[in-house]
Every structure is written in C-alpha cells, then in structure tokens.
C-alpha cells in the first residue's frame, strides 16, 4: 500500500489531531468571522489611517496573508510588523492589531507596550496569556477566543482565526469590503476542497499527495506572486515546522532579476531543489506571461518543477485554497518522513534557553 494511503498510519503518526485543525479550517474561518463582527464597533474606526498587524511565527502569517490579499481592496496602508518595536511613524492615528495565538508572545508583548507609550489604537487577537491580561488592565478592545476548532493547539495551525478576525475588524472598520456572503463563500469551498485532500482520497486523485511525494527528499523551492504571497509564505513556515524540512521562497516577477543565473552551482541543485509554482488565472497579465518562461529557465537548468493552477474564481478563494492545500501538502510530507507533525523541538530548545 502507498504510503500515503495508509491510513491507519497517518493516524498513528498524527499524535495531536493536526489533519484536524487542516480539516477545520473553514470552521475556524466562520467562527472568528462571527465573533469578532459581533463585538461593539470600537471608536478608532473613525480614527485609524493606517493600520500595523504585530505578530510573529504562525500569529504573524494571518497578517501577511492579508497584506498580499488586500493591496487591491483596502482603504488604508496596511503593515506587518515582526519586531520588539513598531516603525517610527506609529501614532495616535494607526490602528495597532496585537496577534498573538498563545498570548505570550515576547515580540508582540514588546509592541504592545510600545504601541501604548505611542498612544496608539489597539486591538488584540489571543486565546488568553499576558496579552490577554494587557488588553483586560487597559480596557483596550480585542478578540480572545476559544480555539475549539484547532484540535492541535499549534498556533500555526489556527490560520482561520488570525486572517479572518483580521479581516472581520478591518471589514467592521469599512477599511475593507467584504460580505457575510464571501465568507461564506470560501468556507463552502474549503468543505468542498477538504473533501478532495482528504487522506481517504488516494494519491491517485489527491494533488496533496501527489506534490508531496514529489518533495520528498528535495529542498522545495516555492514560487508565488500578488495575492498568493502571503499563503505562499504560510505554506513555507509549515513545510518548516510540519514536515521538519528546510525550504525557501520566492516571488515572482523579482526573482527574474537574479534566482536564474543562480541555479548553475553548486552541481547538486539538479538533484536536490524542487521548484513549486503556485499560478493563478487572476495575476496581472504582464506577471502571467512570465510563469511559463520562468519554468523553462528553470528546466533548461536541469532542475524539477511542479505547479500548481488555482481552481477557484475569486482571490479570497484562491488565498485560502493555497493555504489549505499547503497545509495538506506539508503533512503528507511530515507522514512521508515518519514523523508527527506537530511538535517543534528546536524552537521549543530555542525559547527555553532564551528565557533563562
């Protein structure tokens, strides 16, 4: 049996329920989106000019995803910041979302306090922790939720919540137009797309698993543009974390200016990297023309390529399409490896060390 479509093996590997969380997110989608747009209309809509979205890790792509989705619908500049401390322009008029999953963000704890001493607008997105207890000492407005569709507990794995409050606040604020009905919209469509990567689905007639096996012991290089970045970026960070595996991205049309005649050396690029293009029928036409060149460069290198072409018809779709198709990829890749996804040992050395 492939792999892949044992499924009796995944389950034993997936210790944490992380198929689970992939499995709901449009549930986590409807449930931020219909909570955070029944809470009380916060008084800095009417004073907001800008808006900074402080996160870092997993709490930091619902933020990147909505920088790269908005450019094209949004009233207001729009800025992730992954610092200890906000860019200098941060004021009065600048409408700050906090984003932390656990709450304890050393980073984003550091904003806040320095969003405060600046005087400006706040908004916090958490389940609880010291950010939390920040938001509740200061009565500043924000969003702390029950993750009851995030049967992991990863905060990378709880992207539904991050991007939709995101834009459920910027939606209340009129910074952005989205409907009730989009929403959902895009969650109809993740059932749907569930249902077809599904680990029940065989390798056969799953793209999941198909790109999955294609990475396989390769250093995937992603390629993404416009709308997709953000997801794309999402995608990187869980390939990281997910399936332990180091991988690198890239956008397009910027890498036409360099990554190409970087492809020569060192020899071993042929056997090793792994290019994933991410194409949609909704980039602008001039990025368009330049996919299929790209990948003839790429191939004339001796290197391998995949793609993958976005099915659904509205960027907000397509958005949330890479993003779920991502996250299958990258656990199918983690069960390729025989590992469980879930738990991040070197990050978790990582802040135990610096804590001391």
């Not at 992730?80 to 984003?99: C, G, Q, R």
């Not at 991007?163 to 109809?188: H, K, N, P, R, Y």
């Not at 070197?346 to 135990?352: H, I, L, Q, R």
Request: with cysteine; net charge negative.
């Amino acid at each position: 049996m492939n792999a892949l479509d044992d499924i009796k093996k995944i389950k034993e590997l997936d210790k944490s329920g992380v198929r689970l969380s992939i499995e709901a997110l449009p549930l986590q989608i409807q449930q931020a989106w219909n909570e955070v747009k029944n809470l009380p209309v916060p008084a800095y809509c009417s004073i907001a000019k800008n808006v900074i979205v402080s996160g870092m890790g997993g709490s930091a792509l619902g933020g990147r995803i909505i920088d790269s989705l908005i450019l094209d619908r949004v009233r207001t500049p729009i800025e992730v910041s992954t610092d200890f401390k906000l860019p200098n322009y941060a004021n009065s008029e600048t409408l700050v979302i906090l984003s932390s999953y656990s709450g304890n963000t050393e980073e984003t704890l550091s904003s806040a306090l320095d969003a405060q001493k600046k005087n400006c607008q706040i908004f916090g997105i958490a389940t609880g922790g010291k950010l939390a207890e920040f938001l509740n000492q200061n009565k500043y407005p924000g969003y702390i939720f029950k993750p009851s569709n995030n049967p992991s507990n990863q905060p990378r794995m709880s992207l539904g919540y991050s991007v939709s409050a995101i834009l459920s606040v910027l939606s209340m604020c009129g910074f952005v137009d989205i409907s009730d009905e989009e929403i959902s919209g895009v969650c109809d469509y993740l059932k749907k797309g569930t249902s077809e990567l599904d680990p029940s689905v065989p390798e056969s007639n799953n793209i999941a698993k198909t790109i999955a096996t294609k990475l396989y012991k390769k250093i995937p290089v992603i390629v993404a543009s416009e709308h997709l970045l953000g997801s794309a970026h999402a995608f990187k960070n869980q390939l990281n974390e997910n399936a332990k595996t180091f991988s690198t991205l890239f956008d397009l049309p910027e890498l036409n200016h360099h990554l190409m005649e970087g492809l020569r050396f060192p020899a071993f690029n042929t056997e090793l990297l792994h290019f994933l293009f991410f194409e949609s029928s909704l980039y602008n036409e001039a990025i368009k023309k330049r996919y299929p060149l790209t990948e003839e460069v790429v191939s004339k290198n001796f290197v391998a390529y995949d793609i993958y072409s976005c099915h659904s018809d509205t960027k907000l779709k397509q958005i949330f399409e890479v993003l779920l198709a991502g996250s299958y990829i990258g656990f199918y890749l983690a069960m390729l490896y025989g590992i469980d996804p879930a738990p991040i040992p070197w990050v978790d050395y990582f802040k135990e060390k610096l804590s001391k």
